[in-house]
């Protein structure tokens, strides 16, 4: 199947300072990408929508101020926790659907521990 | 929106045996149904997926089942072995592009699978 590769798998910050998560789809062009958090021993909660070239779509209660989504190319999009918290402290994963496949791909993650 | 429930929350069965997780949806436009396998610390990795023109679809051990009527659709592992031990979630989408690749996720259910 196609490899999404995201980076870094684990990141840990000092509160107040931002953070970026970056994903990449290795093997094919996404012009959609997916961005969810995911708390321990909880599901996968969806974030934004991002799509290349224009602003991501955030759901409902999902700061956008504070998690700016870029997706300026085919092959990626970032994530950038603005000004964490210890309350952002999480497992963010991405995923992307390839082409007019319905399956999603989906990142390694990122534990990020704001401290 | 697309409400996903799945059952039970965890599953512990002895080796050599069977295990089902059942999950439900609420948007009858939805038509893709993928099941994820997450190990600790992972993004999640597709094991089988079903679209909503199919009844039932397997691959070696793992088989899922749709019943498109009464909106709920099941996960079958067969011979469980100790390496199937994980959180298994279902989900659900429109699957046809952009936004409607979009999943929405069952609260996962945690497979323990004993020597």
């Known amino acids: 199947g196609a490899v999404v590769s995201q980076h870094p798998s684990r990141v840990i910050c000092k509160s107040g300072t931002s953070v970026k998560i970056e994903c990449r789809s290795l093997?094919?062009?996404?012009?959609?990408m997916f961005w969810y958090r995911q708390f321990p021993k909880q599901s996968l909660m969806l974030m934004a929508t991002?799509?290349?070239?224009?602003?991501?779509?955030?759901e409902q209660g999902v700061e956008k101020d504070k998690f700016l989504i870029n997706h300026a190319s085919l092959t990626l999009s970032t994530l950038t926790v603005t000004s964490a918290h210890p309350e952002d402290s999480s497992f963010y994963i991405c995923s992307a659907p390839e082409g007019a496949r319905t399956e999603a791909f989906f990142g390694q993650g990122t534990r990020l521990t704001v401290v | 929106g697309e409400n996903v429930e799945q059952h039970p929350s965890t599953l512990s069965v002895q080796e050599g045996d069977s295990a089902v997780i059942k999950c439900t949806y609420s948007d009858s436009a939805s038509n893709y149904f993928p099941w994820y396998k997450q190990e600790l610390g992972k993004g999640p990795q597709l094991i089988i997926d079903?679209?909503?023109?199919?009844g039932e679809k397997k691959d070696q051990r793992i088989a899922v089942t749709l019943n498109k009527t009464a909106k709920h659709f099941s996960l079958h592992i067969t011979e469980t072995q100790p390496e199937d031990s994980a959180v298994y979630f279902c989900?659900?989408?429109?699957?046809?592009?952009?936004?409607?690749?979009?999943?929405?996720f069952g609260k996962g259910t945690l497979l323990t699978v004993n020597p």
């Open positions: 093997d094919f062009q996404a012009t959609t």
């Open positions: 989900a659900a989408s429109k699957g046809s592009g952009g936004s409607n690749y979009k999943l929405t």
């Open positions: 079903i679209r909503s023109n199919v």
């Open positions: 991002s799509n290349e070239g224009s602003k991501a779509t955030y």
